[in-house]
């Protein structure tokens, strides 16, 4: 990579450029293992929806209040009045679900590729910290636009910090500013979502990317096999894997833009600290956790919910073996497939639970716990509500 | 000297420039922790709010009410005015007047407690907290604990 010539000779007058280009040549012309195809292009993905959150969170900084008499209307100021705010609300909002979806698919894809076994571990950890992170990115930015199912949503996610056994009660003070949730909760989570997490995140990716491009990307050979790259089969980091992310990007922008035209996220009615609403359910991706801890007393269900959490983050530590291809790996790829199916169906049962539904022609309640009960006389204002979207 | 205690001055040294880095920076966080810490704010130890006229209510209808800025639900029972803290005591939504079960409910996980306040069905794991409440010249006045 040359910088134009002017630049270049400007620059050689006052600093010794010429390590820096070999550098920024050498990384762009790295070569990868040939098995780098497009699953591999969702960690870049992430990175790229994560800097669309950055831009579209400053922009929506600009009007947005962090106060309980000026957020509601200063969102609904953003969709209504400021031009282009509903897209630069929908591309952060969006933008938010689909990095968490990002995220949790490069991990997929780096867990059954065996790509945290070593010398890989701390990418590994560092990654699932990434996810924690931008997990509490989607809690703490929900309750910012302080509508109903925002408010109820932390009354409820910060309660159950509470069941923390001896330190429960602390944590939930601090997070909350107090004992509910009002206008103190609301300044933390601000303060927190847009200056803390941004640079949490950004070292933790900074971290994750360097020792990425420190160690390579793994490839399927076992662990202490590995042979260097063949510079024959390996494919160029620029243009072929460049060209493969920017395929995938604009399919990323074409899905973002369609998903805030077709379904534009919603303001909803402002939080009202005196009515609970009817249905309050998490985000999807705490929907899994949600459900598990219905199943559970209190404590014991904080305990449950953190061991799928703990599994993740001791993984590289757990499975030793020195296989990476998944064929080879059959105890690794189960445990992985019935996480994975575990937290759908959980995820699928949170969605459907407390419900009134119709299947079949038949009026069904679905109970907290996912049990369905055939209703024999469905009211009208019930069967009015599973028709509701 | 050094060889009778066996720690070497260089060791002592250590420590000591260690703990003092320590309690240096403990100087920093001490004073950051604090300041985010909630300040509690102390007002009066209780307070008296009007639900509204004995008139108000029918039987078996219910209100809800803040008294020192907490959700409180009123109820008129046949033995009488009661009064609840609306907060559910499973994860903190705020309950309302089941009136076919007279039950009060909890809108979030189906949570349902009886005119004492006492879980019956569902995850909650307490009872509700009750306040006081009389009647004085026609209007029914909630206690705050």
Known sequence: MKLPSAIRGWLGQRFDIDPVEKFADEQLHKPLPKETGFWHTFGSLSLFLFVNQVVTGILLMVYYRPTTNAAFESVRFIMTKAHFGWLIRGLHAWGATLMILCVLIHMTRTFFMGAYKKPRELTWIFGVFILGCTVTFGFTGYLLPWNQLSYWATTVGTEITGAIPAAGNYIKLLLRGGEGVTGETLARFYVLHVVVLPWVLTMLIATHLFLMRVQGLATMERVGDEKPIDKKQAVPFFPHHVLKESMVFCGLIGALVTLIVLWPVELGEKANPLVTPEGIKPEWYFLPTYQLLKYFPKELGLFVSLIPQLLLLLWPFLDRGLERHPKKRPIAVSVGVAGLALAIIFGVVGFLSERHVTFQGKHYFIDIKGVPHLEQNATEGQKTAERAP | ?145
């Open chain 2, 1 to 145: 000297m050094s060889e009778e205690t066996g720690i070497s001055r260089r060791t002592f040294l250590d420590w000591l420039l260690t703990g003092g880095l320590i309690a240096w920076a403990m100087g920093f966080v001490a004073p950051v922790l604090s300041y985010v810490w909630p300040a509690q704010k102390r007002g009066p130890g209780t307070q008296t709010e009007s639900a509204g006229k004995v008139d108000d209510f029918n039987e078996w209808e219910h209100k809800m009410v803040a008294v020192a800025g907490q959700p409180v639900i009123v109820l008129r029972t046949p033995q009488g005015f009661r009064a609840f803290s609306a907060i559910c005591t499973h994860l903190g939504c705020i309950v309302g007047w089941d009136a076919q079960r007279h039950q009060i409910a909890c809108p979030c996980h189906a949570g349902f407690f009886d005119i004492n306040g006492r879980p019956v069905a569902g995850p909650p794991p307490r009872p509700l907290a009750e306040l006081g409440v009389a009647v004085i010249n026609g209007e029914v006045m909630v206690k705050s604990a």
